[in-house]
């Protein structure tokens, strides 16, 4: 948030644009900005949880899947309904549906994977020979994974809301503007409102809860000097690249015109969805399951995903 008021700063003709865009901007566009900004802290939370429950890559694939689609539709039909009927408009109607339909492998593929990952199958028997998925021992983990997709969808539907936070956000992008910020850093005026305020209210207010429940502060300060200074400089620089990442996303959607938002989103999240797969299995969410019927699954999913966001 500091970063972004200082490069509107250095950029602008005020001195004090920040207090210029609060004091010019509509109240109610600064409280959308704000709530959406929230909205999606609180997707931000049930991710987390989500990671927990049904690994790295099925929430990366369900939660990105859907806030691509939902934060892609939503501005186009509150800002743009005249092109809802257009080639563009139709196109971003049917990769919602066909983001579904991916979600719904991805939900069979996490399925079949939880059940046999949980059952102990030595290495010399083969899956389809030796495991019966609908057994008592398999059926007991469906309320966890059940729960779990049920967190990562509200996940996907709360954090599609930061894009939401930018699209109503974008009077005071064009304030910014309007007093010298360069139009491909204009974007940017809006995250210390949404992410700033919104989002952080949100992400802290968990965090310290969670801290003082479980007594954890002293997670921040662990006895090892080596393991403080490794634990601090790469949630630093998890901060930095995440918080890089959108400041390269309003540069671009600032250069893709009134559709930016709708048609940058949509592609940021499938790079996403298609990273987040590549880590789960280096991060062995995948480990132990022997059988190609959960990763087949797994990959008509992503295929489906990658085609409707393009």
């Given at each position: 948030?500091?970063?972004?008021?200082?490069?509107l700063?250095n950029?602008?003709?005020?001195?004090?644009?920040?207090?210029?865009?609060?004091?010019?901007?509509?109240?109610?566009?600064?409280?959308?900005t704000?709530?959406?900004?929230?909205?999606?802290?609180?997707?931000?939370?049930?991710?987390?949880?989500?990671?927990?429950?049904?690994?790295?890559?099925?929430?990366?694939?369900?939660?990105?899947?859907?806030t691509?689609?939902?934060?892609?539709?939503?501005?186009?039909?509150?800002?743009?309904?005249?092109?809802?009927?257009?080639?563009?408009?139709?196109?971003?109607?049917?990769?919602?549906?066909?983001?579904?339909?991916?979600?719904?492998?991805?939900?069979?593929?996490?399925?079949?994977?939880?059940?046999?990952?949980?059952?102990?199958i030595?290495?010399?028997?083969?899956?389809?020979?030796?495991?019966?998925?609908?057994?008592?021992?398999?059926?007991?983990?469906?309320?966890?994974?059940?729960?779990?997709?049920?967190?990562?969808?509200?996940?996907?539907?709360?954090?599609?809301?930061?894009?939401?936070?930018?699209?109503?956000?974008?009077?005071?992008?064009?304030?910014?503007?309007?007093?010298?910020?360069?139009?491909?850093?204009?974007?940017?005026?809006?995250?210390?409102?949404?992410?700033?305020?919104?989002?952080?209210?949100?992400?802290?207010?968990?965090?310290?809860?969670?801290?003082?429940?479980?007594?954890?502060?002293?997670?921040?300060?662990?006895?090892?000097?080596?393991?403080l200074?490794?634990?601090?400089?790469?949630?630093?620089?998890?901060?930095?690249?995440?918080?890089?990442?959108?400041?390269?996303?309003?540069?671009?959607?600032?250069?893709?015109?009134?559709?930016?938002?709708?048609?940058?989103?949509?592609?940021?999240?499938?790079?996403?969805?298609?990273?987040?797969?590549?880590?789960?299995?280096?991060?062995?969410?995948?480990?132990?399951?022997?059988?190609?019927?959960?990763k087949?699954?797994?990959?008509?999913?992503?295929?489906?995903?990658?085609?409707?966001?393009?």
């Amino acid at each position: 948030t500091l970063f972004f008021f200082i490069v509107l700063k250095n950029f602008s003709d005020e001195k004090t644009i920040t207090k210029v865009v609060l004091r010019t901007a509509s109240v109610k566009d600064i409280w959308l900005t704000i709530f959406f900004g929230a909205g999606w802290g609180i997707g931000n939370v049930l991710f987390g949880i989500s990671l927990k429950l049904i690994g790295q890559s099925l929430t990366y694939a369900i939660t990105l899947g859907l806030t691509s689609s939902l934060g892609a539709l939503i501005p186009l039909l509150v800002f743009h309904p005249n092109d809802v009927l257009t080639l563009k408009g139709a196109m971003i109607i049917i990769s919602l549906i066909l983001a579904i339909i991916g979600l719904v492998f991805l939900a069979i593929s996490g399925h079949l994977r939880e059940k046999y990952q949980k059952l102990d199958i030595k290495e010399d028997r083969t899956i389809s020979a030796q495991v019966d998925i609908n057994s008592e021992e398999s059926k007991e983990f469906k309320p966890r994974f059940r729960t779990g997709l049920i967190v990562c969808i509200m996940a996907g539907i709360f954090s599609s809301m930061l894009n939401l936070s930018l699209s109503f956000g974008q009077s005071i992008a064009t304030i910014a503007a309007d007093h010298g910020t360069p139009s491909f850093l204009a974007t940017n005026a809006i995250f210390p409102l949404g992410v700033g305020i919104g989002g952080f209210l949100v992400n802290s207010s968990y965090s310290l809860f969670m801290l003082c429940r479980n007594k954890e502060f002293g997670l921040f300060c662990p006895l090892e000097l080596g393991h403080l200074i490794k634990t601090w400089f790469l949630g630093i620089l998890i901060g930095l690249l995440w918080m890089g990442g959108f400041i390269i996303y309003g540069i671009g959607t600032s250069s893709l015109g009134k559709l930016g938002g709708v048609i940058g989103w949509p592609i940021v999240m499938v790079i996403s969805i298609l990273m987040s797969q590549l880590w789960g299995f280096l991060a062995g969410d995948w480990e132990g399951v022997k059988t190609f019927k959960p990763k087949f699954y797994l990959l008509i999913g992503i295929l489906i995903l990658f085609v409707s966001v393009f």
